[in-house]
């Protein structure tokens, strides 16, 4: 089982790395539709994160626009999965560390090491804004991102990430 980061060892290593964010905080947060009835006019991409098993184990992380409704059939060919399903919250808090409602691409900070646990998906989309916002490992505050560093980021955990275009994907 992984020992949780803290949003402080977070944030101490993407400065580690040279990278800038803004974090702001708020109430917790457990839905999109929470977090779009608080942020008000915040600008940049807003995250929706599923935490996914298919059927022979593997685990992924899937990061998209907010607004999207994913297919899961139709994400599994994208992926490389087989007949996925959402990961249990027990298994949740051992591979990545947090909580429902506080998954994040930034919990790949959690899953880092030679060989990752994770195989990690991001929406082209998201890409394209200015800035990306995301929990920093609790659902009690947004840290804004530019596309870059959290490519950047991704890297420095030790993932690749699959770059899918979700445009075909929903429904």
Request: hydrophobic share 40%.
């Amino acid at each position: 089982m992984v020992i949780p980061a803290t949003a402080d060892d977070l944030f101490r290593f993407l400065e580690s790395l040279g990278i800038s964010t803004k974090t702001v905080t708020h109430p917790p947060l457990f839905t999109v539709e929470d977090s779009r009835a608080l942020r008000g006019d915040l600008p940049g991409g807003h995250t929706k994160n599923l935490f996914l098993k298919d059927k022979k184990g593997r685990l992924f992380l899937v990061t998209c626009d907010e607004s999207r409704t994913v297919n899961l059939k139709a994400l599994e060919k994208m992926i490389g999965a087989a007949r996925v399903s959402f990961g249990k919250p027990e298994l949740l808090l051992e591979v990545l560390g947090v909580t429902p409602g506080a998954v994040t691409t930034f919990c790949l900070f959690n899953n880092r090491g030679d060989v990752p646990r994770v195989t990690f998906a991001i929406d082209e989309a998201l890409l394209k804004h200015d800035v990306i916002h995301c929990h920093p490992l609790h659902n009690e505050a947004t840290t804004a991102i530019s596309p870059k560093d959290l490519m950047r980021f991704v890297a420095a955990c030790g993932h690749e990430a699959i770059q899918i275009n979700f445009d075909g994907l929903e429904g």
